[in-house]
């Protein structure tokens, strides 16, 4: 798969100037709080904007598949492959009408979910091909990879504890705990194979511990990238 860098062209010869980074994890992990803080934090360093995003649901039409995805309550089940090319629609239109038109004009993105998640979800959870998987993350994303995933590792059953101690609790929440260990698995094995842009982080600590974890990464890249002195 080919690697998104700075000098990725545009239609029009444009460079691809802003960065796409990842929070990815199990049910429970922290990611939204982080996430929120991250921005904040990014924000008062440099002058790129910063904006959140997330997987499902980045778009309008985004929005309305993940309604279909997380609160779908039917009686007919959504079959697994069917689930797999919803998540790829998601992405495909999230790619096209949010993502792209950011990076190029030098937007950090900070994403909730992106194609580790098909396929630690799809892929380990479900037992879904992950030829497949690859084949259709491919299509849906031409090539366009995080520049940096930040993994927030923590145990099933305490990320679980945790979305169940919110309150509502979403189709995917629902799987049982099997399910939520082979996605487990998946992010393991993703980090494993993927070091130069998985980072694992332990999502147990403090949250505040965290925050500082995350910053001291986010800062050695931001200095790497050349945003910040």
């Known amino acids: 798969m080919a690697r998104r860098s700075l000098l990725i062209s545009g239609g029009e010869g444009q460079q691809m100037r802003g960065k796409l980074i990842v929070f990815e994890g199990v049910e429970g992990g922290g990611k939204t709080t982080q996430m929120q803080r991250v921005q904040v934090w990014l924000q008062s360093l440099t002058d790129a904007p910063v904006v959140m995003t997330r997987e499902p649901g980045g778009t309008l039409l ?15 089940p959504i079959q697994d492959r069917a689930e797999l090319l919803m998540y790829a629609a998601d992405r495909a239109q999230h790619i096209e009408g949010f993502l792209k038109p950011l990076l190029y004009q030098g937007t950090i993105i900070l994403c909730d979910r992106y194609t580790d998640s098909t396929i630690a979800y799809q892929g380990y959870g479900r037992g879904l091909d992950l030829s497949l998987i690859e084949q259709l993350n491919q299509i849906a994303t031409q090539g366009l990879e ?6 927030l590792d923590v145990d099933v059953e305490i990320g679980l504890a945790r979305t ?4 509502k609790i979403d189709r995917m929440e629902q799987a049982n705990l099997a ?3 082979r996605v487990q698995q998946g992010f393991q094995r993703l980090a494993e194979a993927n070091p130069e842009r998985i980072i694992k982080i332990d999502g147990t600590l403090n949250i505040d ?3 500082e974890k995350i910053q001291l990464i986010l800062s050695q890249k931001l200095i790497e990238w050349g945003l910040i002195l």
């Not at 985004?62 to 007919?76: D, K, T, V």
């Open 164 to 167: 169940r101690a919110r309150g």
């Open 62 to 76: 985004g929005q309305e598949l993940r309604r279909l995805l997380l609160e779908y309550q039917e009686e007919e």
């Open 179 to 181: 399910f939520h260990q």
């Open 146 to 151: 995080s520049d940096l995933t930040l993994w």
């Open 209 to 211: 511990r965290v925050t």
